[in-house]
């Protein structure tokens, strides 16, 4: 089955073609990145209108790249939601719009489960079951995998997810969006312990995070030592919001393998690129035995291949969950819990 895979929740608009054969033949990207970088984040209109500019062209690119005709695809996904409105309404309508001009079926899929199986996409895939660390920049959560569409949430964020605590502490050090990537250039010439940042729920007995304090820490330590912030002092800072950060992912991650009593961890959503947090995994993996996989680290952030991916799987496991009647709805707010077991 040769699937269609479209995402456009937010700043990047993915394509992507997977056949259940043969696995992913292509995917293409276009970020906005730069466009959003001058408003210090994503301004949703904008966003809309990028990919209304960009998807079809990327269509036309991915079928010359592969080779194919528009009418050799058996079925079309896309993300359906969470994400925002507008963004999320160009995928589905194109999405729609070519299933009933080919007449294939549609299906919406969940951005976080295209995350979670995104690992699925390399070369040596996780077998099931296994613990997911979702990590992006509206999402932080534990969730254990027992098999496609069988999720559990262990445990979530109760306020910032992990990505956009980057993201804000990028924005007070004066670095640009999106954050993650320039707070950890900028931590590696920071001297380790020189700011020592809090580690909230580091100790709460249960799987949950709360990262809205560590940014508020890196806000009053900012406002202590003045505005007149030299770069090796800002370097210090990224340091330690960096390694507070990873501590609490790691610790949490670990609570959670043991508490499920699995041996295979998984990290996936754009926070899994991040050097540091990879370096202690790999350490602490290898000192306690258990296995970490990721998706290839341009499969991190949002792409198409993972929504490609989810709809192939969730086709053959259920046809009857296509749309047909290439009528449609988006779902900005939609919960994972919407789609847990659902199967
Ligand atoms: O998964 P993603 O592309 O989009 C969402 O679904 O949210 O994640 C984007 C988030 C942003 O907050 C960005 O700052 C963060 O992932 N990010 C990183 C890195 N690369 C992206 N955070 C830390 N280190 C990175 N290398
Ligand atoms: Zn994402």
Redesign the pocket.
């Known amino acids: 089955m040769l699937v269609l895979g479209i995402e456009s929740s937010?700043d990047e608009t993915g394509i992507a073609l997977y056949d259940s054969q043969r696995g992913l033949l292509a995917h293409v990207l276009h970020s906005q990145i730069i466009m959003h970088r001058d408003y210090g984040g994503v301004v949703p209109e904008l966003a809309s209108r990028d990919h209304i500019r960009n998807a079809l062209p990327l269509l036309e690119k991915i079928l010359q790249r592969v080779g194919i005709e528009r009418t050799s695809i058996d079925a079309i996904a896309f993300t359906q939601g969470p994400g925002l409105a507008g963004a999320l309404l160009v995928g589905a309508s194109i999405a729609n719009a070519l299933g009933l001009a080919l007449n294939k079926p549609v299906i919406g899929i969940h951005?976080l489960e295209g995350?979670l199986l995104s690992p699925l996409l390399t070369q040596m895939p996780p077998p099931f079951p296994f613990v997911a660390l979702l990590v992006?920049?509206?999402h932080t959560q534990l969730m254990q995998v027992d098999n496609i569409g069988a999720y559990q949430m262990l445990g979530e964020t109760l306020d910032d997810a992990a990505?956009?605590a980057?993201?804000k502490t990028a924005r007070l050090l004066g670095l640009d969006y999106?954050?993650?990537?320039e707070v950890?250039r900028l931590a590696e010439f920071g001297v380790p312990g020189a700011v020592k940042l809090p580690r909230p729920m580091l100790h709460s007995g249960d799987l949950n995070f709360s990262f809205s304090g560590l940014k508020t820490a890196a806000l009053m330590h900012l406002s202590r030592i003045g505005s007149n912030v030299c770069r090796q002092e800002k370097a210090n800072l990224a340091r330690g919001f960096i390694d507070a950060t990873v501590d609490i992912l790691v610790a949490k991650a670990i609570a959670a393998l043991n508490r499920t009593g699995m041996r295979r961890l998984i990290v996936a959503?754009?926070?899994g690129?991040?050097?540091q947090l990879r370096e202690a995994l790999s350490i602490i993996s290898d000192e306690r035995g258990f296995d970490v996989y990721y998706p290839d680290l341009e499969l991190c952030?949002?792409n198409g291949a993972m929504i490609a991916l989810v709809g192939a799987l969730r086709l053959q496991r259920n046809p009857a969950e296509s749309n047909t009647s290439y009528a449609f709805t988006v779902k900005p707010n939609w919960d994972l819990s919407a789609i847990y077991n659902r199967d």
Do not use: K, M, Y
């Open positions: 937010c951005h995350h992006s920049g509206g990505g956009e980057f993201d999106p954050g993650g990537p950890s959503g754009g926070v690129a991040n050097r952030t949002d």
